[in-house]
């Protein structure tokens, strides 16, 4: 039974870089999720995904970040010009109805 | 705004004993409650969720909710040092577009 992978699980970039991180959902799965952990806190809704097709994206979320999910299989998350307050477990999940199922993250550090 | 709360502990309890966990929500209309296990530095686990009012019983787990009172909580029996972990309570919000909003979630730690 494959779960939701991410890629890749590390990533340490400079402020001001761009970085991209990619997620492969569970495949009859037609919801894709991206949330945001820090430390201490529940994981943080960032946008959602039905199919191809991108339903919601949070109020919290800057217009550097964008996500894409081509074909409504695999998603991809692009943070622009890092900032160090972006350093986060980027959490991707996905779902056939409500019960969500999380992958293992993607932790960035930027410096 | 939509919000979960609940007591971010340390929850200390003896191995052996019942752990008991608890959250309360905001939006009287939220029908799907899920409780998340999560290890230090790992992503949640789905180990739980419920939609009716009473207990849900899986092993060693029982979930309860109470949509009169808001409030859901987690029982874990006959809990083990494995058990120690941070535990997540969500909500699902079909109102403002298909999502979870979580709690903070609450420190447990199962002592020998």
């Known amino acids: 039974d494959t779960g939701v992978s991410q890629d890749p699980r590390h990533k340490i970039t400079k402020r001001g870089q761009n970085v991209t991180f990619r997620c492969d959902p569970i495949?009859?799965?037609?919801?894709l999720y991206w949330y945001r952990q820090t430390l201490g806190q529940g994981p943080e809704f960032l946008t959602y995904?039905?199919?191809?097709?991108?339903?919601?994206k949070s109020r919290l979320l800057s217009d550097r970040f964008s996500a894409e999910r081509p074909k409504g299989s695999f998603s991809t998350l692009e943070i622009q010009r890092t900032e160090q307050g972006d350093s986060a477990m980027y959490l991707c999940?996905?779902?056939?109805?409500?019960?969500?199922?999380f992958g293992p993250g993607t932790r960035l550090t930027v410096t | 705004q939509k919000e979960v709360e609940q007591n971010s502990g340390p929850l200390s309890v003896p191995e052996g004993a019942i752990a008991s966990l608890n959250c309360t929500y905001s939006?009287?209309?939220?029908?799907?409650f899920f409780w998340y296990r999560q290890y230090s530095g790992k992503s949640p686990e789905l180990i739980m969720s419920?939609?009716?009012?009473g207990d849900k019983e899986d092993g060693r787990f029982t979930a309860q909710l109470n949509k009169a009172s808001q409030y859901v909580s987690l029982l874990i029996r006959d809990s083990q040092p494995s058990d120690s972990a941070t535990y997540l309570c969500?909500?699902?919000?079909?109102?403002?577009?298909?999502?979870?909003?979580f709690g903070t979630g609450t420190q447990l730690k199962v002592e020998l």
């Open positions: 995904f039905q199919n191809e097709a991108q339903l919601e």
């Open positions: 939006d009287r209309g939220s029908q799907s």
């Open positions: 495949s009859e799965h037609n919801r």
């Open positions: 419920i939609y009716s009012n």
């Open positions: 999940a996905s779902s056939p109805g409500d019960a969500t199922y």
């Open positions: 969500a909500v699902f919000d079909t109102g403002g577009g298909n999502k979870l909003t």
